[in-house]
């Protein structure tokens, strides 16, 4: 659910990745080339319930503006890119911007920043995410039912 696209968005390619925020968060991590034409950078938290939900969506032109992306020709490039380097990079939640360090050897010679916004979330989006998160906390509790009741029949 919380992976949701506009309508209009056509994911040509995707990256995921699973990092931690300055503040311990965990959050899952998507580099998407939309239309052919955008690159969009989504934040959803995984440990928090209703989530937050970051985004930063360019074009290259916006992107290009940073002199570190001027050497791109094309999103998939910039894509590949920071693929190479998001790992290794810090999400600040509080001034929500990821650092991106760009290294030459041990040497840093560049400190890359993108600000990424957090997404308001509409109230059926929370309702579905609290109702989704109940579910699994009932589903876990029979679960644990059935264990117990398991372990009694056993002695």
Do not use: H, W
């Not at 490039?77 to 030459?104: A, H, P, W």
């Amino acid at each position: 659910m919380d992976e949701e696209n506009n309508l209009n968005d056509i994911i040509i390619t995707e990256k995921k990745y699973n990092i931690k925020t300055d503040k311990n968060n965990e959050m899952k991590l998507y580099l998407r080339n939309i239309n052919n034409e955008k690159l969009s950078i989504n934040l959803f938290s995984i440990n928090q319930t209703p989530s937050k939900k970051y985004e930063c969506k360019c074009n290259l032109a916006e992107f290009q503006r940073n002199r570190f992306f001027k050497i791109f020709n094309n999103i998939e490039e910039i894509i590949r890119e920071l693929d190479n380097k998001v790992m290794k990079s810090v999400f600040m939640e509080e001034t929500n911007l990821i650092i991106i360090d760009i290294q030459i050897g041990l040497t840093v010679i560049n400190e890359i920043l993108i600000e990424i916004k957090e997404k308001e979330k509409n109230k059926d989006e929370i309702i579905n995410e609290l109702k989704l998160e109940n579910n699994k906390l009932k589903e876990k509790i029979e679960q644990l039912k059935n264990e117990y009741e398991d372990k009694l029949i056993k002695k």
